[in-house]
């Protein structure tokens, strides 16, 4: 498996930005597939975005595309995830997630390591 450790988050006002990273250690993290997800307290965790090893292939969920961008560094093994344009509906516990595998997955089940979480408070 592979660790993740999140960082990023905090307090934005509506309409601003964001960059959350999340580090890797462990396996080669060049054969894991890398998504973000985030979860509200009583609900469940939702798909964000994937990207794979590559950085070749992305995906996002309807909510944030066009205002959310994910991003692999292989040399610093370190994803990111660029928020733009940010609403108070964003506001959620942010996970990283590895997927050890070539395809990217919108699936939770899919993901074999996930981090502690970071925390994103969109204000109005």
């Known amino acids: 498996q592979v660790q993740l450790v999140e960082s990023g988050g905090g307090l934005v006002q509506a309409g601003g930005s964001l960059r959350l990273s999340c580090a890797a250690s462990g396996r080669t993290f060049r054969r894991y597939a890398m998504g973000w997800f985030r979860q509200a307290p009583g609900k469940e965790r939702e798909f964000v975005a994937a990207?794979?090893?590559?950085?070749?292939?992305?995906d996002y969920a309807d909510s944030v595309k066009g205002r959310f961008t994910i991003s692999i560094d292989s040399a610093k093994n370190t994803v990111y995830l660029q928020m733009n344009s940010l609403k108070p509906e964003d506001t959620d516990l942010y996970y990283c997630?590895?997927?050890?595998?070539?395809?990217?997955?919108?699936?939770?089940?899919?993901?074999?390591?996930w981090g502690q979480g970071t925390q994103v408070t969109v204000s109005s």
């Open positions: 990207i794979n090893s590559s950085g070749g292939s992305t």
């Open positions: 997630a590895a997927d050890y595998s070539l395809a990217i997955h919108r699936t939770r089940d899919e993901y074999d390591s």
